[in-house]
């Protein structure tokens, strides 16, 4: 089955201790997004690719950076992770193609836990 | 700031009753709208999306859609308990010739056996 997949599915670290994130995907999707969800919040989007084509979301820390070395993979880098930076890492795909009527789908997250 | 509202509950209905879940956004040319399900500790699971005015049906499903009143609704006919999760509303708009989608903080809805 075409599925987005993310590992690990639970990461601690500690304070300040570099962290990558990864996140693949089977669908051939051209779009990949990271979005940070805390607990009772919206899903927050901090950059995505378009192709090769990095977006960076305006209020995203300079802490946050992501690689997308192909197709089918994206990693999302925290260089020094805060205890603010807990969260839910999602990842998501879509295909690009259409300017109204692109969907995203969720691969199941990356549960960050910071001592 | 492209705004999408909904309350955020929880909603509770008893088991087979009919649940109304409303969403609100601001950004009068926005053209898709989604529903996502999320359980808790899990990731947004689309249920539902709609484009054009008037209602969608999927199963137990029905998307709602007034442009003019800037408002989208998800209706689920006879509830489960395993319905009970967060609803997030999803709005799409264009920036910088992309497409982005803001999401609502989500209402929960809990179904009473």
């Known amino acids: 089955d075409a599925m987005v997949i993310q590992n690990p599915r639970y990461q601690v670290t500690q304070f300040g201790k570099p962290v990558t994130l990864s996140c693949s995907q089977t669908?051939?999707?051209?779009?990949m997004y990271w979005y940070q969800q805390k607990s009772s919040q919206a899903p927050k989007l901090l950059f995505h690719y378009y192709d090769k084509d990095f977006n960076n979301e305006a209020d995203t820390p300079d802490n946050f950076q992501s690689r997308r070395p192909n197709t089918s993979f994206c990693f999302l880098d925290i260089r020094s992770p805060g205890l603010g930076d807990a969260a839910m890492y999602l990842c998501a795909t879509s295909r690009g193609d259409s300017p109204y009527t692109d969907t995203q789908y969720f691969g199941p997250g990356t549960r960050l836990t910071v001592l | 700031q492209k705004e999408v509202e909904q309350n955020s509950g929880p909603l509770s209905v008893p088991e087979g009753a009919i649940a109304s879940l409303n969403c609100t956004y601001s950004?009068?040319?926005?053209?898709?709208f989604f529903w996502y399900r999320q359980y808790s500790g899990k990731s947004p699971e689309l249920i539902m999306s709609?484009?054009?005015?008037g209602d969608k049906e999927d199963g137990r499903f029905t998307a709602q859609l007034n442009k003019a009143s800037q408002y989208v609704s998800l209706l689920i006919r006879d509830s489960q308990p395993s319905d009970s999760a967060t609803y997030l509303c999803a709005v799409n708009w264009a920036s910088g010739g992309y497409q982005k989608v803001t999401f609502g903080t989500g209402t929960k809805l809990q179904v009473i056996p």
């Open positions: 669908l051939n999707h051209n779009v």
């Open positions: 950004d009068r040319g926005s053209q898709s």
């Open positions: 709609i484009y054009s005015n």
